[in-house]
Protein backbone atom coordinates (compact mmCIF):
# COMPACT_ATOMS: atom_id res chain seq x y z
CA UNK A 1 0.00 0.00 0.00
CA UNK A 2 1.09 3.32 -0.78
CA UNK A 3 2.31 5.62 2.02
CA UNK A 4 -0.06 8.30 0.31
CA UNK A 5 -2.19 7.74 -2.31
CA UNK A 6 -4.69 9.93 -4.63
CA UNK A 7 -6.99 9.30 -7.09
CA UNK A 8 -5.17 10.64 -10.02
CA UNK A 9 -7.81 11.75 -12.28
CA UNK A 10 -8.26 13.65 -14.67
CA UNK A 11 -10.72 15.41 -13.75
CA UNK A 12 -12.64 17.61 -15.92
CA UNK A 13 -14.65 20.40 -14.59
CA UNK A 14 -16.64 23.32 -15.78
CA UNK A 15 -15.86 26.63 -14.52
CA UNK A 16 -17.99 27.37 -11.76
CA UNK A 17 -18.37 24.23 -10.16
CA UNK A 18 -17.35 22.48 -6.74
CA UNK A 19 -14.98 20.16 -7.19
CA UNK A 20 -13.72 17.49 -4.17
CA UNK A 21 -10.21 15.75 -3.60
CA UNK A 22 -9.66 13.22 -1.31
CA UNK A 23 -6.36 11.42 -0.20
CA UNK A 24 -5.47 8.95 2.50
CA UNK A 25 -2.80 8.52 4.52
CA UNK A 26 -1.34 4.90 5.80
CA UNK A 27 0.88 6.11 8.49
CA UNK A 28 -1.30 6.92 11.56
CA UNK A 29 1.34 8.82 13.50
CA UNK A 30 1.80 11.21 10.57
CA UNK A 31 2.03 14.27 11.63
CA UNK A 32 1.73 17.43 9.59
CA UNK A 33 -0.62 17.86 6.46
CA UNK A 34 -0.49 19.83 3.03
CA UNK A 35 -1.89 20.33 -0.26
CA UNK A 36 0.50 21.11 -2.63
CA UNK A 37 -0.72 22.90 -6.28
CA UNK A 38 2.04 22.29 -9.50
CA UNK A 39 1.56 23.99 -12.87
CA UNK A 40 3.03 21.70 -15.67
CA UNK A 41 6.54 21.93 -15.92
CA UNK A 42 6.71 23.89 -12.90
CA UNK A 43 7.82 23.47 -9.23
CA UNK A 44 4.83 22.83 -6.47
CA UNK A 45 3.55 25.42 -4.61
CA UNK A 46 2.07 25.31 -1.47
CA UNK A 47 -1.50 25.66 -1.36
CA UNK A 48 -2.55 25.46 1.85
CA UNK A 49 -1.70 23.28 5.36
CA UNK A 50 -4.17 21.31 6.81
CA UNK A 51 -5.31 21.40 10.27
CA UNK A 52 -7.08 18.72 12.16
CA UNK A 53 -10.24 21.68 12.92
CA UNK A 54 -10.15 21.68 9.19
CA UNK A 55 -9.05 25.35 7.60
CA UNK A 56 -10.59 28.11 4.62
CA UNK A 57 -8.94 29.94 2.24
CA UNK A 58 -10.93 31.40 0.28
CA UNK A 59 -12.38 29.28 -2.29
CA UNK A 60 -10.63 26.25 -0.84
CA UNK A 61 -11.31 24.39 2.08
CA UNK A 62 -8.64 21.53 3.04
CA UNK A 63 -9.77 18.79 6.25
CA UNK A 64 -8.46 16.47 7.67
CA UNK A 65 -9.61 13.24 9.47
CA UNK A 66 -7.13 11.22 11.27
CA UNK A 67 -9.26 8.78 12.87
CA UNK A 68 -10.48 7.71 9.06
CA UNK A 69 -6.08 8.84 7.55
CA UNK A 70 -8.07 11.21 5.02
CA UNK A 71 -7.30 14.67 3.80
CA UNK A 72 -9.41 16.21 1.54
CA UNK A 73 -9.64 19.97 -0.57
CA UNK A 74 -12.64 21.72 -1.83
CA UNK A 75 -12.48 23.83 -4.61
CA UNK A 76 -15.91 26.26 -4.77
CA UNK A 77 -16.49 28.25 -7.87
CA UNK A 78 -13.93 26.95 -9.76
CA UNK A 79 -11.54 29.84 -11.94
CA UNK A 80 -9.82 28.58 -15.25
CA UNK A 81 -6.54 29.05 -13.20
CA UNK A 82 -7.25 26.57 -10.83
CA UNK A 83 -6.30 23.95 -13.34
CA UNK A 84 -3.16 22.29 -12.64
CA UNK A 85 -1.81 19.10 -10.40
CA UNK A 86 -2.93 19.21 -6.90
CA UNK A 87 -0.41 17.24 -4.51
CA UNK A 88 -1.41 15.72 -1.11
CA UNK A 89 1.74 15.75 0.97
CA UNK A 90 2.13 14.21 4.58
CA UNK A 91 4.93 14.41 6.84
CA UNK A 92 5.64 11.30 8.58
CA UNK A 93 8.08 11.94 11.04
CA UNK A 94 7.97 14.87 13.64
CA UNK A 95 11.95 16.61 13.83
CA UNK A 96 12.96 13.50 11.35
CA UNK A 97 11.24 15.36 7.89
CA UNK A 98 10.58 13.94 5.13
CA UNK A 99 8.07 15.04 3.38
CA UNK A 100 5.80 12.02 1.76
CA UNK A 101 3.86 13.49 -1.66
CA UNK A 102 1.10 11.69 -3.39
CA UNK A 103 1.25 11.36 -7.09
CA UNK A 104 -0.96 14.43 -7.84
CA UNK A 105 -4.74 14.29 -8.80
CA UNK A 106 -4.66 16.02 -11.98
CA UNK A 107 -8.37 19.12 -12.79
CA UNK A 108 -8.84 20.68 -15.76
CA UNK A 109 -11.51 23.53 -15.95
CA UNK A 110 -13.40 23.58 -18.65
CA UNK A 111 -14.90 26.86 -19.89
CA UNK B 1 13.21 38.10 -0.68
CA UNK B 2 15.11 35.77 -2.91
CA UNK B 3 13.13 32.46 -2.85
CA UNK B 4 15.07 28.77 -3.43
CA UNK B 5 17.03 29.22 -6.50
CA UNK B 6 18.71 26.06 -8.37
CA UNK B 7 21.23 25.58 -11.30
CA UNK B 8 21.62 24.60 -14.10
CA UNK B 9 18.12 24.67 -15.25
CA UNK B 10 18.68 22.08 -17.55
CA UNK B 11 21.76 19.32 -17.61
CA UNK B 12 21.93 16.66 -20.17
CA UNK B 13 24.46 13.78 -19.63
CA UNK B 14 25.56 10.46 -21.29
CA UNK B 15 25.38 7.31 -19.05
CA UNK B 16 28.15 6.80 -16.88
CA UNK B 17 29.08 10.13 -16.17
CA UNK B 18 27.87 11.93 -13.39
CA UNK B 19 25.96 15.47 -12.60
CA UNK B 20 26.11 17.86 -10.24
CA UNK B 21 23.26 20.18 -9.73
CA UNK B 22 23.49 23.05 -6.73
CA UNK B 23 20.56 24.80 -4.78
CA UNK B 24 20.60 27.42 -2.62
CA UNK B 25 18.03 27.96 -0.01
CA UNK B 26 15.59 30.65 1.14
CA UNK B 27 17.77 33.49 3.35
CA UNK B 28 17.58 31.86 6.95
CA UNK B 29 16.47 28.36 6.33
CA UNK B 30 18.84 25.73 7.28
CA UNK B 31 17.21 23.13 5.89
CA UNK B 32 17.73 22.21 2.68
CA UNK B 33 16.01 18.60 0.90
CA UNK B 34 16.25 17.36 -2.54
CA UNK B 35 13.36 15.51 -4.35
CA UNK B 36 13.56 13.21 -7.69
CA UNK B 37 10.19 13.92 -9.91
CA UNK B 38 10.04 11.07 -12.85
CA UNK B 39 8.05 11.71 -15.49
CA UNK B 40 4.50 10.46 -14.93
CA UNK B 41 5.46 9.84 -10.90
CA UNK B 42 5.08 11.45 -8.14
CA UNK B 43 7.98 13.59 -6.03
CA UNK B 44 10.46 11.11 -4.18
CA UNK B 45 12.23 11.94 -1.17
CA UNK B 46 15.94 11.86 -1.84
CA UNK B 47 17.83 13.49 0.80
CA UNK B 48 17.58 16.26 3.94
CA UNK B 49 20.79 18.23 5.03
CA UNK B 50 20.20 20.25 8.04
CA UNK B 51 23.14 22.04 9.55
CA UNK B 52 25.66 21.17 7.15
CA UNK B 53 24.52 16.94 7.79
CA UNK B 54 22.81 14.46 6.74
CA UNK B 55 19.91 13.83 8.27
CA UNK B 56 17.31 11.46 6.34
CA UNK B 57 17.69 9.60 3.07
CA UNK B 58 15.08 8.26 1.01
CA UNK B 59 15.41 5.12 -0.96
CA UNK B 60 17.88 5.92 -3.60
CA UNK B 61 21.35 3.96 -4.52
CA UNK B 62 24.79 5.60 -2.94
CA UNK B 63 25.31 6.68 -6.03
CA UNK B 64 22.84 9.58 -5.06
CA UNK B 65 24.86 11.92 -2.48
CA UNK B 66 25.32 15.16 -2.07
CA UNK B 67 26.34 17.90 0.68
CA UNK B 68 25.43 21.08 2.26
CA UNK B 69 27.58 23.94 2.62
CA UNK B 70 28.34 26.44 5.67
CA UNK B 71 26.12 28.97 3.38
CA UNK B 72 23.57 26.42 3.74
CA UNK B 73 23.42 26.12 0.07
CA UNK B 74 24.08 22.44 -1.30
CA UNK B 75 24.82 20.02 -3.84
CA UNK B 76 23.35 17.22 -5.10
CA UNK B 77 25.90 14.59 -7.05
CA UNK B 78 24.41 11.43 -8.84
CA UNK B 79 27.64 9.26 -10.49
CA UNK B 80 27.44 6.13 -12.93
CA UNK B 81 24.30 7.98 -14.45
CA UNK B 82 21.45 5.71 -15.64
CA UNK B 83 19.02 6.72 -18.43
CA UNK B 84 16.03 6.21 -15.51
CA UNK B 85 17.84 9.13 -13.68
CA UNK B 86 15.87 11.24 -15.82
CA UNK B 87 14.39 13.02 -14.37
CA UNK B 88 12.97 17.16 -13.05
CA UNK B 89 15.15 17.54 -9.77
CA UNK B 90 13.54 19.79 -7.30
CA UNK B 91 15.33 21.18 -4.42
CA UNK B 92 13.30 22.77 -1.44
CA UNK B 93 14.02 24.52 2.41
CA UNK B 94 11.78 24.83 4.72
CA UNK B 95 10.59 26.96 8.12
CA UNK B 96 7.49 25.56 8.36
CA UNK B 97 5.98 24.66 5.12
CA UNK B 98 8.70 23.77 2.21
CA UNK B 99 9.41 26.12 -0.98
CA UNK B 100 10.47 24.76 -3.93
CA UNK B 101 13.48 25.83 -5.74
CA UNK B 102 12.38 25.73 -10.04
CA UNK B 103 14.02 22.53 -10.40
CA UNK B 104 16.82 21.20 -12.15
CA UNK B 105 15.84 18.82 -15.73
CA UNK B 106 18.73 15.86 -16.03
CA UNK B 107 18.44 13.90 -19.22
CA UNK B 108 20.43 11.16 -19.62
CA UNK B 109 21.08 9.94 -23.02
Known amino acids: ?111 | EAGVTQSPTHLIKTRGQQATLRCSPISGHTSVYWYQQALGLGLQFLLWYDEGEERNRGNFPPRFSGRQFPNYSSELNVNALELEDSALYLCASRSWEQFFGPGTRLTVL
Open chain 1, 1 to 111: RKEVEQDPGPFNVPEGATVAFNCTYSNSASQSFFWYRQDCRKEPKLLMSVYSSGNEDGRFTAQLNRASQYISLLIRDSKLSDSATYLCVVNMHFGNEKLTFGTGTRLTIIP
